[in-house]
């Protein structure tokens, strides 16, 4: 059984609606989340983590929203600016820009404390999502990675665009109100609707057609 390491109830919903019901199991373990500018290396470094701490395979889900007029702040703080300045003062402070285009992002790292077969050039997650306008960030999330490392982990990314825009909607979680993707807010969408066109729905799909392979 596949344990999905999340604190977040939002996730797991998502993810079974996307995986199936029984293939996934949450993990309510609340890894360390090391202060780093990157999504994967914090969800490696969690993989890592989970795998150590249960011994059995695990996918840990790092995301952040990232505001193209804030420089893709509040990005890998997105959690801590939620609890601290909350999503409606998010859309207040992109109120007053004129650029309000945004994008969220979901990394996906798993770990089963095997090694993986044809593993991809490492990337350099350091320098990524730097600098980057949100092309060039669409465009770096395509391709499954091995993050570097002691214990493998394979990473997968989920990217979408949209605008910030004043709260609508009570579905989803998070900063699913105030985030508008093709005239409909995240949180006016059904969870289905959602991973249709969502960051984690799209990260989720590469991680579900590898693992279907992985487990065969
Ligand atoms: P875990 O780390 O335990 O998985 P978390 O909620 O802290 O749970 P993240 O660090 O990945 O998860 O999330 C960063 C922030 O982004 C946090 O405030 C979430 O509520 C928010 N977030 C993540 N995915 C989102 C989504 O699909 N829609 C809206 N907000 C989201
Ligand atoms: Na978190």
């Given at each position: 059984m596949l344990r999905f390491v999340t604190t977040n109830q939002g996730k797991v919903r998502e993810a079974r609606e996307y995986l199936g019901d029984g293939t996934v199991e949450q993990l309510d373990f609340d890894y360390t989340e090391i202060q780093a500018d990157d999504l994967a290396t914090v969800a490696a470094h969690g993989a890592r983590e989970a795998y150590r701490h249960i011994g059995e395979p695990v996918l840990v889900d790092d995301a952040g929203l990232f505001v193209d007029a804030f420089d893709?702040?509040?990005?890998?703080y997105s959690s801590y600016v939620e609890d601290t300045v909350g999503v409606e003062r998010v859309w207040r402070l992109t109120r007053e820009e004129d650029d309000r285009a945004a994008s969220f992002k979901t990394v996906l790292a798993y770990c089963d404390g095997e090694g993986f077969d044809a593993s991809p050039e490492p990337v350099d997650h350091e320098r990524r999502?730097?600098?980057?306008?949100a092309e060039e960030r669409a465009a770096a999330t395509t391709d499954d990675q091995v993050a570097a490392g002691d214990l493998p982990v394979k990473i997968f990314e989920g990217y979408v665009p949209g605008e910030i825009v004043a709260p609508r909607g009570e579905?989803?979680?998070?900063?699913d109100p105030i985030f508008e993707h093709d005239g409909t807010t995240f949180a006016e969408m059904t969870p289905e609707e959602k991973n249709a066109v969502s960051h984690r729905g799209r990260a989720l799909a590469k991680f579900g057609e590898w693992y279907r392979e992985r487990t065969e």
């Open positions: 893709g702040f509040p990005g890998p999502g730097q600098d980057q306008s579905g989803g979680f998070g900063y």
